[in-house]
Structures are given as C-alpha cells and as structure tokens.
C-alpha cells in the first residue's frame, strides 16, 4: 500500500486528511511539525505530501525546499492563507499544487489523484532520459550533468529543461512552458516562467556548453537551440 505524509499542526485536520487518505487506498503517516515531516518522508517514502505551510520547527516552505533536493515526489501545498506571493512562492520552490483552508476533504483527493494520473500518463508516454552534446537529463532520478558534471537543478527547472531540450530549435511561449510544466491552472501569471529560466541559465553557465542554449525568441518565448546542426 502506498503512503501518504500528512504534515500538519492542525490535529484536525490531519484526522479528516487521514481518514479521506484511508478511503483513497492510502496508508497515512502524520507528522505535526516540519522536523518530524522531513524524518517520515525520508524513513517512509512516501508516494504524495500534503504539507502545511505554517508549522513549528520548519515551515513547509523549508522542508518542501529541502525535499526538492532529494526527490520529485508530489508535493501539495496547503496553507490558511490566500495570498498570490505565497502560492507563487511554493510553487516557485518545487510544490505540485496549492490548496487554501478552508478546504473539503474530497476536493484535496481529487487534487491528488489529478497529479497521480498526470504523473503516470507523462511517465508512460515519454522516455526517461535525454542526451546532447555533453547534456544529460535523467527523469527517473531528475539529475542533470553538463560533461559530466552534476547541476544542482531543481524538480520545475528540471522539467523546463527537459522540455525544451528534448523539443529542440521548437518556440514554446510562456503559457505554452506553463502548460506543459505545472500542468494545470496556475494560480500566478506567466512571470515565473521568466524567474525560472533565469535560475536555470545560471546554473548551466557554471559550465561551458558551446553546441547548445536556451534562446531568448523576443516577444513570443523561449527554445533550446543547437548550433551547427542541420535540423
């Protein structure tokens, strides 16, 4: 049976998320601060978070980022609050969805089993692992190299990464790379794409890549483009 961490303060919450998680065919493990979170991610493994934002020790901003550092498992933001800058900021640091208090049980599962589904589908549909002129990007295990050298990318700048390379010389605009990477409704605008693309390009550019970037295509998006290549 899979499992499904549930980080909360909110003892009651976590015992509605428990009980929904149970019916679902999941078997819940709860932690009620970010400390106690991040020790049953990393001893239970599970399949999908839910994870407060507001919790003692850690918030869930920090243990999402830590996370990130380590695995693409699901991660769903839930806060009490509704603020654009925090949804964009979790989302921003590797969450897979946002969900705001007050909030139904029914809703947070069909949030998961959206997610569950999308992340079968893609993994299915595409092959795991991409390779040009000295990049490397490895979906099973979302690590990138640059003539071996690992990039410390994380899970979003990864999957931009992955779908402009393995889409090369095509344009995709703003919208398009939001589409393809969150894969729903983005609660923020098309900004963050920009913010992302530019953390990814700095972290490339410790190495040098001379047969490939990421071009800038003014006024419509962005592509990975190759040089010297017949396409």
Request: with cysteine; net charge negative; glycine share 8%.
């Amino acid at each position: 049976m899979e499992k499904m961490l549930i980080a909360d303060d909110n003892r009651q919450i976590t015992a509605v998320l428990t009980a929904y998680a149970r019916k679902e065919g999941f078997e819940p493990v709860v932690a009620y601060d970010g400390e106690e979170a991040l020790a049953a991610y990393r001893r239970e493994a599970p399949a999908v978070i839910l994870l407060d934002v507001m919790m003692p020790k850690l918030d869930g901003f920090e243990v999402c980022r830590q996370i990130r550092e380590e695995s693409a498992v699901p991660i769903i933001m839930i806060t009490a609050r509704g603020e654009d800058f925090e949804k964009i900021m979790g989302l921003d640091i590797g969450a897979d969805d946002y969900i705001v208090k007050p909030f139904s049980g029914g809703e947070v599962m069909a949030r998961v089993r959206a997610i569950l589904r999308r992340l079968s589908r893609d993994g299915g549909a595409r092959l795991q692992f991409f390779s040009y002129r000295g990049l490397t990007i490895d979906l099973d295990t979302y690590t990138t190299t640059v003539d071996g050298e690992a990039i410390p990318l994380t899970k979003k700048e990864t999957e931009l990464l992955w779908t402009l390379a393995a889409n090369r010389q095509k344009v995709f605009s703003r919208d398009n790379l939001l589409d393809a990477v969150w894969g729903y409704d983005y609660y923020g605008d098309n900004r963050t794409v920009d913010s992302h693309i530019r953390r990814l390009r700095a972290k490339l550019d410790k190495r040098d890549h001379p047969g490939w970037s990421i071009a800038t295509i003014w006024g419509v998006g962005y592509r990975f483009e190759v040089n010297d290549e017949e396409v």
